[in-house]
Each structure stands twice: as C-alpha cells, then as structure tokens.
C-alpha cells in the first residue's frame, strides 16, 4: 500500500492578517460562573452547555447556570475533562490522584479508584467514554504512565510495553467504535477489545510527533476527515491521506497536562490553539489569524473549544468563557490599530487598500496593518474637526470633506494638502465625467482641473438651508440633501427643483441613492422616503418600512440595498427587509452618512459610532435549528406534578401552572415560545418573546385536556412539539352517573319511607290534638293567657290599620290633587305641565305600590316559610353583600366581615332578609363619610350577640327604640318606606331572638345588636 503525504494549502505563521472582532459574548463569574478558569465544555442532547471550570460542574440553558457541588456528590479537588457518552450520561475525572464521576440523576457517583493511578505526580490530561449500557470503557490519558482504563469490573493499563507510541498521553477522541490516542511521539487506535494499533504512524513523519488534538469533523455521506493539530502544524487525516492545512506556528507554553483544542465551524472555518495561544484559520482566504483580546475574546488562548448545535463557537480560557455567536460581521476600532474607534466615512482608492475617516484624522488599512494620521491643527479644537464625506477620483486621488478643515487632498505620501479653505464643507461627490462635486453648508461647487466654480442653485436654493449632501446617479442627475428638503437638477432648462416631505423632519435629508430606472431612496430625519412626482413619500413596501433616521443608502453587488440607521442597518433584496445590529455582530448602533463602501470583492463595509465592519455573506445564515422545549412539569395547588403520565385531579383543582425551559445558545432575548391548552383553548397562544417559564391557566372546568408547547425565533423554525400526558379534572360527584343513579334510588326509597312515616304522623297528631283539646278545656290560666295575648295582637293590629290607613291614604291624595291639575293642564294645552302631572300621579302610584309590597312582606312574617336548617352566619353575610353590591361599590362602602360568625338555627332566606335590610339602612345612612365602612362580627356570649357596626350618621338615643315601629322614617330625604327595620324586627323575634340599637365608643355611626336562638326548639317556641 502506498501511503501519500499531501499539502494543500499552507499558512505561515508570517501571513497571520490584521486582527478583526467577530461578534463575542464573554461569561465569567459576573454572569453565574463559579470560575472564569475553564478547563473543558461539553453539550449534551438537549443543548444544554456542560462547563468544567476550577469551581467544577455547571450546566447552563441559555438563561440560567446551576453549578454542583460537593453536597451533589462531587469532589472538592480540581476536575479535569469533561465528556458524554453515546446515552447522554456526564462524565468528569479528578486531575491528581484521578477519580471518575459519572452524573445518575441529580447525584454524582464515583467508580472505584485506580490502584496506582495518580502516583509519583501523574496527572490525567483526558478522557474518553466508548460503549453503551453495562459494556462501557472509560480511558483516561496520562502524563508519564499511558493509558487507563475501566471496563465495568476491573481498572487496566495501557503503555509503551503494550504498543503505544509513548506514556505521555495529549489527547483522546472517541470516533464509533474506536478511540484515537494522541501521544507525544504519535498518534494511535484503541478499540472496545484494548488492541493498540499504531499504523497510521507510517503514513507521514508527522504522525510519529506530538499529537496535542484530535478533533472527529461532524459525519457526512463520503466520509469525514480527523482533524490533528502537531506542534506547529494542523492537517486532516482522511484514510490514507494527510493534508496539512497550515503550518509554521507554535503551541507556547504547553504545561505537562494542557492538551491542545481544535474545532470546524458551521463555513469551514477551523479554530484551534493551546491555553496559551488561539489561531482562526479562514476557509475562504487561507488566512490564519490570532484570537486574543484585541479580537474581543476575554484573554489570550483556547484551553478547549466547542462548536454547539446552533453553530456557536465557545472558547473557554483562563479568564471567561467566550461565545462567538457570528462571524457575519468582523469589525475593526482602536484595537486593530484604528485611530479612533468612531469611523465616519470610507473610500477604497485601490483594491485591497481602505481610507478611513474619524473625526480627529484618517487610518489608512492594507490588509495586514494599519497606519494612522491625525490631523492635529493646534488652532482648531477637538470637537470642531471631522470627517464627513470622502471621494476617490478618475486619477484615483482621496478626497476629504472635513469639517472645520475644508477640502483636503491626500497625497502618496499619506498627507494632504488644502484645497478650499472653508470649514464649513460637507461632501464631495466624484462626478461621471472626471469633475469633482464639493458641498459647503450654503454653496455647491465644480472642480474640473484645478478650477473651482460655484453652481447657481436658483430660487429653489435658497429655500433650504444647511446643506449636508451631494450625490451623482447614474443618469448625471445631481442631488442635494439639506435641512429643508431634497434638490435635484437633471440638466434641462427647469433648473432646480426642490421636494418636500410630509413632515419636519422628513425635510432633513441625510443621503440619497438613485437606482438607473428605479426608484430615488431618501434617508431623512423621519425615516425612509421616496422622491415620487416632485414629493417625498414615505416608503410602505412588502414589509419595508423605516421610521427611524436613515444616515446611509448603499447597494450592493447582489443588487440588495443597505439602510444605515441609528440602530444598525436595515438590508432590502425587494422581498424581505431584515434588520441586523450589534446583536448580530455590528460594531455599533449608529451608522454614519459617508461610511458606506463595497469594496472590489462585493463586500459591504459599514462605520458605525463604535467602529468599522465588514459584511461576510458566508457565514449570513438564518435559524436552521429551532430552539429545544421542555416541559417541566405543572403546578396544582403550590405543589409540582410531573406530566410524563396521565394526571388525574379534583373538581377543586381548577387552576394550573405549567413550567417549562427553552433551550438555547443563540439570540436567547428574542426567543418565542407558542401554548395551547387542548380542549380549552381555540387556538395557540404566541408567539411571545420568551420573558418567563410558565404558563397560567384558572378556572378550567372538569374535562380532558393536553398542554402542547413549543419554541422557535420571529424567522423560524419552529421546535418540535412537546406534549403533556392527558391532564384529567374531574366532574364533582353529584354530577357523575353513579351519583345520578344513586340519588334516584334513594329518592325512590325516601317516597316509599315518607308516606309510611307521613301515615303514622297523621295517626300521632290526631292523638296529641286531642290531648291538646283536653288540656286547653282543663288549663284556665294558659286560655286567660291566650286572650290577653289576643288582645295585645288586636291592639297591634289597630295601630297597623291606623298607620296604613295614613301612609296609604298621602299617595291617594296626591293621585287625587293632580288629577284635577291634569284635567286644567289638559284644557290649557300646556303640554309641560301635563307631562309634569302624569309623572307626580305616577311616583305616587309606585310609591303606593310599594307600601302595598312591603306590607304584604309584613304580613308574611308570622310564620316561618322555609324550612328552618343550620347554616353559617358567615355565609348568610356573604350572601347579602351580594345583593347589594351595586349599592356598596357605587358608594365605595367597605364591608369587613369576621371569619368566626357562629352557626344559626331558622329560615335560610328570611336570615338573609335581616343582614340585607341591616346593610341597605347603613348605606343609606352613611352621610358625608369620606371612607365608609361596615363591620359584621359576633360578642361571646350564650347566645352570642351579631352586630352590624357602621361609621355613618349614627342615630340620636331618643329615636333608637321608635326607628323600629312601621313606617318609621326619621329623616324623609332618604328613600324607602319605612317598613324594612321592622321586617328585620319580626324575623328575629319569630327565631326567638331580640334586636336593639348602640352608639359606638368614638360615637360615630350605630351598631345593631341581634341574638338568635340556635335550637330547634327556639325557633319553634318564637313561632308558636
């Protein structure tokens, strides 16, 4: 077999370009981290991040870290490797005196130690988990004694005597079935049967050095490559095939144990490094750049490396955890050697060779450095200078707008001269035909040659003011934009012509991109316009609409347009308008009207308030992989039920709290999330930016139901679906079938037993009639007692037909008297006056009909109508303050109610009767009273005392006794009868109990006192 050694592509270490700032985020002990020291990551199935640092174990979900500790079951000494097996259980090993632990549940457990492991300062440098159920081996790499491992039974060793290349071990990566070692002369296999096979060795002198990673690219359909990283070199091993992909660096500062990290992201882009040092190495240029603090990252170096789910790349390191969420934007500021970190314009004189503009001089770039030049005019302050336009023209000459500098020429040598000396120029636009367009706040200017000329701009000049831009279409058309609007001249004999918006600050134009047959976009102070019919009309377009400040308009070479704002860029293809800012890796927030460029390669560079960047359309990816959903469980009565099968509640159990987790590593603040309670709800809920974990739903009424969930981004996808097990509520007893049923029978018996029982009580109270009989022909005393009670019921009953007859007989008055108006009025036409008439004869009629209702009720309560039963004072309370609601809330009347009323023996609806009419006279008497209130309470007592206390007007002491008499009204502006405390007095006394009136301690309002007797026996005595 012949064994070939092939070099693609090399990159020296003397080709590492200029640095650039992809978008990072960095955790460290400030965001949940234990330790900013991490040693390894790793992410199991559910896109959870496992985060070995000096502290120990952490996991996080994209919003929450939740570190183990000791009291979980792992050790207090330093771990060291990270790593997960095929069914997704979490391994870690100490560093010294190794010890394996293996996550069961929420408990670590330990395998037992090694026998010699850890002796003499061995220390393990990685780990490897190979098998599934009962079969797993568990390898670890050493310093000086090789290979260990376990097999489930005993623990082994693997060493130089058993084949390996050498006992110092950097490196293990699982790939199948087979574990590839590297070591410090080699690289090697293992398989689950612990042969060493070395062969690849042969293959390249490469192989017989240090292998300090080893990194299995993810599965494709031909095959996939194994990822080395030597020494100084890194290549892939494709069978019998090794291609060096860059050479000529250095691991600095290996220690004994550090072990090398290689990665390939989503675009074939491969990071890779030691602790020490970090490399990127880009697929699309064969550019190998440093990683360090002046990309962003938290430090130098890459002690272990990790490419999620979501195409995240995490870098951990001494000093934080690094999350480089997208490469679709690398920027460049102070850092990279820029000047200053604002960028205000941008031009590209050469291919390859960038001017940048700031506000105190320019930064010159050539791709792998950067060289500055500030203007430092002494006689001009800071704030003053600055660089607003830039034009490159047909000779290829710089041109610079700068404020309070003038018009500036850059020379080969990197310097400029001035050309016009007026601080006030704005832009510079390079004409079609070699002239050269200059803009001051108040005049436009032509350079053709070395002659400068003023342009007329007409009567419609000077309607505008400060003027800020000047731009040349394709078609020569020359436009101005100014504070007052946009000037356009297309070389006819009108002359200028000037558009106006419909706003303000709309009038405020800032840039202008005119497209050949196409629409003229205008960026204005108010938002994205365009120039139709001599107006500026707001752009309402397929989803297109900005109503912030557009500074820039660019287009690029996919005929897509680039809207700069004051939060990021807004990119239009004539479909769909998506907005990318700092979250996406922009360097800032706000962009400037003259730092906009594509460049000889199509890319598109932006300045922005915090730097400049670069678009890369390689790594421009929309969400491939939705986020994961994971249902937690539900919450029923403060207490969490699982829903991994059918839940069975009460009818009670009406409200429930469904908690869940939404995993994900990218863009986590504006993650959505969807919910529907099947058989509950109509349709979904959402999609909602995930805020929360939980999900409330109250007074779901007995059925079947499902919760589904599931999460996703505004663009898509959506996750898969998460179902609950069934969730049943069950009906209350008396309306299952088994209670219909039972209650039939029992009706059925109680028929059957009452007319047996009603039989024998006709034949019982025939013979107590006559019993009765006999003691009343027998017992003078209790007749006299009769008569005289008779007699005082009479006298009553006269005094009733007295007031009856009075009260009764001023409504039939009043009918009476205007009649006779009406009569007149009727004659008189005065149809007012008639209206007046008919409206007073029928208030009396009502108020008749009233008295005549009231009395009736009266009348009634001799006897006791429902059937007495034992029912809770409380409730009877509650009962009432419902039924006059209306009147509490319109008043703002609080009622407090005591929890201990006591039980009470009577008629349920009369009893009700009482604590209404009680509350009805309170807030009808509460006067003025800024807070009015009521309290219903009990005083101990045999019986106990009920009151009803209010802060109203209170009752004078003379008036107490009489306000119970019929049709008592002490102050007649108040409506009503006059008959209701005396129904409330009659209820009580029929149930055996007394009520009377007192004054409160502060004297303010009045307190009615009642008692009632709580037998049966009192009740019937009262109705006797």
């Known amino acids: 077999m012949v064994c070939a050694t092939v070099l693609l592509a090399a990159v020296s270490g003397s080709s590492v370009a200029l640095a650039q700032k992809p978008k990072v985020e960095i955790y460290t002990v400030d965001n949940g981290l234990p330790s900013s020291t991490i040693t390894d990551l790793a992410q199991d199935a559910s896109g959870r991040l496992w985060i070995l640092s000096r502290a120990g174990v952490t996991v996080y979900d994209g919003r929450n ?114 574990i590839w070692v590297g070591t410090s002369h080699g690289l090697c296999q293992l398989d689950v049967s612990l042969e060493v096979n070395c062969t690849s060795q042969a293959l390249d002198e490469r192989l017989q050095q240090e292998i300090h990673a080893i990194y299995p690219a993810p599965s494709t359909a031909d095959g996939s490559p194994l990822w080395l990283l030597g020494l100084s070199w890194l290549g892939t091993l494709e069978g019998e095939v090794l291609t060096v992909l860059a050479e000529g660096f250095t691991l600095t ?54 490419v999620d789910r979501e195409a995240n790349v995490w870098i951990g390191s001494v000093r934080g955890l690094n999350k480089i969420t997208s490469r679709r934007f690398l920027s460049f500021d102070r850092d990279q050697g820029l000047l200053e970190r604002e960028v205000t314009a941008i031009v590209e004189p050469r291919p390859g060779e960038l001017v940048l503009g700031h506000n105190s001089g320019l930064t010159f770039l050539d791709g792998e450095r950067a060289e500055i030049a500030p203007f430092g005019r002494p006689d001009s302050p800071l704030s003053s200078q600055r660089v607003l336009d830039m034009a490159v023209d047909s000779d290829g000459v710089v041109w610079v707008a700068a404020q309070g500098m003038g018009l500036l020429r850059v020379t080969a040598g990197r310097s400029w001269v001035a050309d016009l000396q007026d601080s006030q120029v704005r832009s510079v636009e390079a004409g079609a035909a070699g002239e050269l367009w200059v803009l001051t706040h108040t005049e436009l200017y032509q350079r053709i040659g070395s002659e400068l000329s003023e342009i007329d701009l007409g009567a419609a000049g000077r309607d505008v003011e400060d003027l800020r831009w000047v731009y040349q279409g394709e078609d020569r058309r020359l436009y101005l934009g100014a504070r007052g609007g946009l000037l356009w001249h297309d070389q006819s004999d009108s002359g200028w012509q000037l558009a106006h918006g419909p706003t303000e600050g709309a009038d405020n134009v800032f840039n202008i991109l005119a497209l050949p047959d196409g629409p003229v976009w205008v960026g204005t ?48 293809d004539g479909q769909v308008a998506r907005h990318l800012s700092v979250l996406h890796g922009l360097s800032g927030r706000e962009t400037n009207r003259g730092a906009g460029l594509v460049d000889h390669q ?64 990218s863009e986590e603040e504006s993650m959505t999330y969807r919910h ?15 805020s929360g974990s939980e999900v409330r739903y109250t007074n779901v009424p007995p059925g079947r139901y499902r919760f589904r969930l599931e999460a996703g981004w505004p663009d898509g996808p959506w996750s898969p679906e998460v179902t609950s097990a069934v969730i049943v509520i069950a009906r209350p007893f008396w309306r299952q079938t088994w209670f219909y049923l039972l209650t039939i029978a029992a009706m059925t018996l109680l028929i059957l037993g009452v007319h047996g029982l009603r039989t024998q009580a006709i034949r019982a109270r025939n013979a107590e009639l006559e019993t009765l009989t006999d003691q009343l022909n027998n017992n003078i005393d209790e007749r006299e007692h009769l008569i005289e009670d008779l007699e005082a019921k009479n006298q009553e009953l006269e005094q009733f037909t007295y007031t009856v007859s009075h009260d009764l007989k001023s409504p039939l008055v009043t009918i009476k008297g205007f009649l006779g108006y009406l009569e007149k009025d ?40 429902n059937p007495p039963e034992m029912v809770g004072l ?46 009805e006279n309170a807030v009808k008497f509460m006067g003025d009273q800024e807070s009015p209130e009521i309290e219903i309470g009990t005083r101990p007592g045999v019986p106990p005392t009920i009151f009803v206390r209010d802060n109203g007007i209170g009752i004078d002491p003379e008036y107490r006794d009489r306000i119970f008499s019929l049709f008592e009204r002490l102050d007649q502006q108040v409506a009503g009868t006059g008959v209701g405390l005396t129904l409330v007095r009659r209820i009580i006394e029929v149930h055996g109990g007394r009520i009377w009136v007192e004054a409160p301690d502060n004297g303010r309002g009045s307190i009615f006192c009642f008692t009632l007797e709580k037998s049966e026996d009192g009740v019937a005595r009262a109705e006797s």
């Open 676 to 690: 529907m309670l099947e058989n509950f709800d109509d349709d979904w809920h959402g999609p909602a930016v995930v």
């Open 874 to 919: 409380g409730d009877l309370a509650q009962e009432a303050i419902a039924s006059v609601g209306g009147q509490l809330a319109e008043r703002g009347v609080v009622v407090d109610v005591a929890p201990d009323l006591p039980m009470v023996y009577g008629d349920r609806v009369r009893l009700i009767e009482v604590m209404q009419n009680l509350i």
């Open 525 to 572: 102070g108010a938002g994205l316009f365009q120039l139709q019919a001599g107006e500026l009309i707001p752009v309402r377009q397929n989803g297109l609409a900005i109503e912030r400040p557009v500074f820039l308009i660019l287009r690029d070479d996919e005929d897509r347009i680039w809207f700069g704002t004051d939060d990021g860029v807004v990119v239009w």
């Open 826 to 865: 009727v004659e008189a036409g005065n149809v007012e006056r008639v209206r007046h008439d008919v409206a007073r004869i029928a208030g009396a009629a009502g108020k008749m009909g009233e008295l005549l209702d009231e009395l009736l009720e009266l009348s009634r309560i001799g006897r006791v109508v």
């Open 602 to 665: 199509g890319r598109v560079w932006i300045g922005t308030d915090q730097g400049m960047s670069v678009y890369q359309e390689l790594y421009d990816s929309k969400h491939v992989i939705a986020p994961r959903a994971e249902l937690r469980g539900v919450e029923v009565d403060g207490q969490m039920r699982l829903l991994d099968q059918p839940l069975r509640l009460s009818h009670r159990q009406r409200a429930l709290t469904f908690h869940f987790d939404t995993i994900s590593m």
């Open 253 to 306: 500062s290996l220690g004994p144990v550090q072990p090398g990290a290689i990665v390939q992201d989503r675009a074939g882009g491969i990071y890779f490094g030691s602790a020490a040092v970090a490399y990127y190495l880009d697929p699309q240029r064969s550019e190998m750049r440093l990683l360090g603090q002046r990309e962003g990252l938290a430090s130098e170096g890459a002690s272990t490396l990790l």
């Open 65 to 178: 870290f939740r570190t183990f500790s000791s009291q979980d079951g792992l050790p207090k000494g330093e771990l060291w490797a990270l790593e997960i097996d095929a069914e997704g259980r979490i391994w870690t090993v100490t560093r010294s005196r190794p010890r394996v632990y293996f996550l069961a549940g929420e408990v670590w457990q330990a395998l037992p130690p090694a026998p010699q492991i850890g002796l003499d300062g061995n220390m393990v440098t990685a780990m490897a988990v190979l098998g599934e159920g009962e079969s797993k081996l568990v390898v670890l790499g050493t310093t000086s004694s090789g290979l260990w491992w376990w097999n489930g039974d005993v623990w082994g060793r693997l060493n130089e005597q058993d084949g390996l290349p050498a006992n110092r071990v950097y490196s293990l990566a699982t790939v199948e079935d087979q």
